[in-house]
């Protein structure tokens, strides 16, 4: 059974930084993609970061310049890194993994990040 769990989250000041993990268990996820998304409260989930396998990255253009995706293939962790933050960044922060052999994706519960002004 597949499962990817969050932790990390937490209350921060504008301005901070927290770090994120997402330990996956169940699939070799060092194999597949794996990224970040947020919702925030009445807002549809939205993509954040996104690493591949080889290591490539992608971002939002939001979080450009202030958070960062990694990775741990030994571990079957994925991080990501969030500093500079802003009040708009308060969401939930969802992990996900895309098993691109059997066109799967499978989600986190999710950590909640409040950043207050």
């Known amino acids: 059974q597949v499962q990817l769990v969050e932790s990390g989250g937490g209350l921060v000041q504008a301005g901070g930084s927290l770090r994120l993990s997402c330990a996956a268990s169940g699939r070799t996820f060092s194999f597949y993609p794996m990224g970040w998304y947020r919702q925030a409260p009445g807002k549809q989930r939205v993509f954040v970061a996104r690493?591949?396998?080889?290591?490539?990255?992608q971002y939002t253009d939001s979080v450009k310049g202030r958070f960062t995706i990694s990775k741990d293939n030994a571990q079957n962790t994925v991080y990501l890194q969030m500093n500079s933050l802003k009040p708009e960044d308060t969401a939930v922060y969802y992990c996900n993994g895309e098993d691109t052999d059997y066109g799967l994706i499978y989600w986190g519960q999710g950590t909640q990040v409040t950043v207050s002004s």
């Open positions: 690493i591949s396998s080889g290591g490539r990255t």
